[in-house]
Nanobody
Framework: QVQLVESGGGSVQAGGSLRLSCAAS????????MGWFRQAPGKEREGVAA????????YYADSVKGRFTISQDNAKNTLYLQMNSLKPEDTAMYYC??????????????????????????WGQGTQVTVSS
């Protein structure tokens, strides 16, 4: 059973940075799609970034591309989300998730790709990010 534990959330002023971490254990597949999702109060959960551990391909939503960077440390079984130039609208609970299929389940439009919430089977408990103006 895959277990995911997020950390690194907190409160920051607009324009600041945070780095989220997701420690993973219990892998049974050789490769995974790992994603970061967020959910603001009263809104649906949305995918913001994903990475396929098998080849390193990355995917970003338009709302974060150019500001957020997803990465992985295979030796530590840890996923990261570096968040720069944070905005108040980035305020949300951030979740790490994993999918054991081939490739990353995303919807792509132009230069942007959105990880699909329903296709990720393993989820962490979340870490809160609050950005003040």
């Amino acid at each position: 059973q895959v277990q995911l534990v997020e950390s690194g959330g907190g409160s920051v002023q607009a324009g600041g940075s945070l780095r989220l971490s997701c420690a993973a254990s219990g892998y049974t597949y050789s490769s995974y799609c790992m994603g970061w999702f967020r959910q603001a109060p009263g809104k649906e959960r949305e995918g913001v970034a994903a990475i396929y551990t098998g080849g390193g391909s990355t995917y970003y939503a338009d709302s974060v591309k150019g500001r957020f960077t997803i990465s992985q440390d295979n030796a530590k079984n840890t996923l990261y989300l570096q968040m720069n130039s944070l905005k108040p609208e980035d305020t949300a609970m951030y979740y790490c998730a994993a999918d054991g299929g081939v490739g990353c389940p995303t919807y792509c439009s132009g230069d942007y790709c959105y990880p699909l919430v329903a296709d990720f089977g393993y989820w962490g408990q979340g870490t809160q990010v609050t950005v003040s103006s």
